[in-house]
């Protein structure tokens, strides 16, 4: 971007430094300052976004900073944890001012809603996709984060909000002349496209998790596989009920057009939804605080003893897939 | 990476989980856990480098990955900050294991050095240029931190190591064949070469900045330019004398065989050596320090009141620069 009419800082100072919170300094100094949180953990997370591979180049801006936030924001929640604030890397191609400035106020208004705001970063020059780093922190009382690895047999396995949508959405965007689109609604299809587009991380029922769940991760790269990634590191093994993990009419509808989605929505990536393993005992709990939060939460299994693979089974049959999650790699 | 023999876990597990501390929890969790320290402020910073932009994409991958943690060290040192640890965010192109175990075994082996432990990180495909950020973190006392923003009139500006080395070893490397660089000895070459690539961040130092500095900053894009914006933001002024910026042997000769070069290696980035105002009575205490912890240390001016630009002297006579620092925009 060399011959770029703006330099690094008048791009910080007329774009980012109006975001900054508190302990962002006006993103002047070296470095952020927050309080360390008394009584506290520090969860920390980091997530990296490529143009092309993790979303379109031509997405709206504001959605791109959006998805960007909430995909951290969403592995805050998974582990009970409080957001405290953000750093951001954005590593730029030659990028308009407007696109600039649209992709800051999408940033800004989710740091506002969601209560992490930014707190530094740093914006390099790339001569190749749009790259962003986000670095977000939260905090929960000390020896409370909600781990991956707690899930214990007899816990019931639980999902909140519905499994498939992104991935479906994604096909549309990718493979978009399919029989099976044809049998959606331009509503059904919008939401798909959007739940891709832009995750709704369930950071309001991270409270709750660290109450009532033995284990948490969020649903970021398939739910076949992540239950597995949990299970695994929990050392146990799950029975999930297919029929049972909750799925959008618009999702149920593709699946009838077209059956083999139903494998598409199970191993896809994308849904950040939460995962969590609870004792019987705390469900009722844990249902009544979602139910507060206004998020959807529906029991798909129970937790066994390790030493086998996870068994699904679909209205008492078993089933299987060739895949288990999403991979860039 | 489609069709990589690696999966992003395999890759993780592999060359990343052997070197994550305590609080990365073995790179399994969706999220670093660590206490927050009491009594304490966070000090918290990122930096982004892209290959060919920020580094040589065929410099050794070790030097690479000690670099991208050094320039986040660097901060942290700047700020009187102690290291509490690290996430890393890779944006791969295709690359070879053995790449990958170079560039861990280097992140690894400074991370031990410096006891900035790894606790977490994302590593993703991209079909663009290698791509780093680190997230640092620290803590300094409650209230503590150094800022840029603390420079006051009678304070004495001093600089740590020397300026100029990482500038002129960069010109080594883009513009081979020029006449100064015959004035150098191989030993000289190297040792320039050797400042780019290799920044020795001052973290020795960080305790006595924070005892007796009122500002400081690390000095990344050219001593002239970062000068100018730990001064504008205290509100103040700075008057350098030239001759006293302390410079290497090597740049030295070949300011010696080509004049030009010192406003090079006033006026480029990389130096990564901290810059300070300290009021008087002080400056003996941190000389003191400096000299405990081996680092060299320099008084080259003193602060005086603001609205007015920063002064050089060149052995008495005005000194000014065609260009502040450098910018990779």
Chains 1, 2 share one sequence.
């Not at 591979?53 to 959006?66: E, N």
């Not at 899930?151 to 990718?174: E, M, N, Q, S």
């Not at 939460?297 to 679909?314: I, M, P, W």
Request: glycine letters at 10%; a negative charge; aromatic letters at 6%.
């Amino acid at each position: 971007m060399t011959g770029s009419p703006v330099s690094e800082d008048d791009l910080i100072a007329r774009f980012f430094a109006p975001l900054a919170g508190d302990g962002g300094l006006g993103l002047r100094d070296d470095a952020a300052c927050v309080a360390a949180p008394a009584g506290s953990d520090l969860v920390m997370t980091v997530d990296g976004l490529v143009a092309g591979v993790h979303f379109f180049a031509d997405d709206p801006p504001d959605a791109i900073a959006r998805k960007a936030l909430r995909v951290n924001l969403s592995d805050l929640a998974a582990k009970g944890a409080d957001p405290l604030g953000f750093l951001l890397t954005l590593a730029l191609p030659a990028t308009a001012p407007a696109w600039l400035e649209a992709f800051a106020r999408g940033l800004g208004e989710d740091a506002a809603q969601y209560g992490c705001p930014l707190l530094g970063g740093d914006t390099v020059k790339t001569p190749g996709p749009l790259t962003i780093s986000i670095t977000a922190f939260g905090a929960v009382p000390t020896g409370r984060m909600v781990p991956r690895t707690g899930a214990r047999p007899g816990d019931l396995v639980a999902v909140t909000g519905a499994i498939g949508d992104a991935a479906l959405g994604l096909l549309l965007r990718t493979t978009p002349v399919v029989a099976w689109i044809g049998s959606l609604d331009e509503t059904e299809r919008s939401y798909l496209h959007e739940r891709y587009r832009l995750p709704r991380p369930r950071n309001g029922l991270a409270e709750a998790l660290r109450e009532h769940a033995h284990a948490a991760m969020d649903v970021s790269d398939g739910f076949v596989g992540d239950l597995e990634k949990m299970l695994r590191v929990s050392g146990a093994a799950a029975c999930v009920r297919v029929e049972d993990v909750p799925m959008s009419p618009a999702v149920q509808r593709a699946i009838t057009a077209d059956p083999a989605l139903l494998e598409a929505a199970l191993t896809g990536g994308d849904d950040y939804e939460i995962l969590c393993a609870v004792p019987p005992e705390r469900i009722d709990a844990l249902k009544a605080a979602a139910e507060a939060a206004k998020i959807p939460l529906a029991v798909v299994g129970e937790v066994v003893e390790g030493g086998k693979s996870n068994l699904f089974t679909y209205h008492g049959a078993p089933a299987s897939f060739a895949r288990r999650s999403y991979s860039h790699f």
